[in-house]
């Protein structure tokens, strides 16, 4: 089956740093979702990738669609106290598939 | 206010004591799922619902049981509890085929 995987799996930024994030799909991936989910809460819809490679940004946000569909990548730049949390990719292998695939997340630490 | 939610949002049982997990959501969305959420797994899909009374396995259905008699509901539900079943969960909803999943602010659960 498919399976979505993220790297790193935690990942400790110095305030003011940039880190980029990556998630990888055993098979082609229809569209891809990047969600947010702060400590103690529940996870949050960022934005959706469809396109092969699709760049979209949000704010000091950056998600990027590989070329092949298979791969993503959140790289934040400049990290704040506020970027705390943990990051998950969540992919569809076709349009009529309905089952969302989760990578496991990158939970982020930052350092003031 | 677009909402999902979950009850209770803490609940600690006993093994083998049948218990339900509520689930709601006020946007008519026709698709809903239950996830559970375990350290390093991320969210693993248990069940979801295409519509009323259309329901399917996700990844990790052992020990569960879904219904779905109305658009608004999909409860969650544990006929015999045991420990390995505890765990945070997530009700989620969305609209078919689109991407944006709205989530509930989680039940944890504890089966000792």
């Known amino acids: 089956g498919q399976q979505v995987m993220q790297i790193p799996q935690y990942q400790h930024v110095q305030e003011g740093e940039d880190f980029t994030t990556y998630c990888n799909s055993s098979?082609?991936?229809?569209?891809i979702q990047w969600y947010k989910q702060r400590p103690g809460g529940h996870p949050v819809f960022l934005i959706q990738l469809v396109k092969s490679g699709e760049v979209k940004k949000q704010k000091r946000l950056t998600f990027q669609f590989g070329e092949a569909k298979k791969n993503s990548s959140l790289h934040i730049t400049a990290t704040q106290t506020t970027d705390v949390g943990t990051y998950f990719c969540?992919?569809?292998?076709?349009?009529?598939?309905?089952?969302?695939?989760f990578g496991a997340g990158t939970t982020v630490t930052v350092r003031a | 206010e677009a909402q999902v939610t979950q009850n209770p949002r803490y609940l600690i049982t006993v093994t083998g004591k049948k218990l339900t997990v509520t689930c709601s959501q006020n946007m008519n969305h026709e698709y809903m799922s239950w996830y559970r959420q375990d350290p390093g797994l991320g969210l693993r899909q248990i069940y979801y619902s295409m519509n009323v009374e259309v329901t399917d396995k996700g990844d990790v259905p052992e020990g569960y049981k879904v219904s779905r008699k109305e658009k608004r509901n999909f409860p969650l539900i544990l006929e015999s509890p045991s420990p390995n079943q505890t765990s945070l969960y997530f009700c989620?909803?969305?609209?078919?085929?689109?991407?944006?999943?709205?989530f509930g602010q989680g039940t944890r659960l504890t089966v000792v």
């Open positions: 969540a992919g569809r292998a076709s349009r009529n598939d309905y089952k969302l695939s």
């Open positions: 098979t082609t991936l229809s569209n």
């Open positions: 989620a909803s969305s609209f078919l085929g689109q991407g944006t999943a709205f």
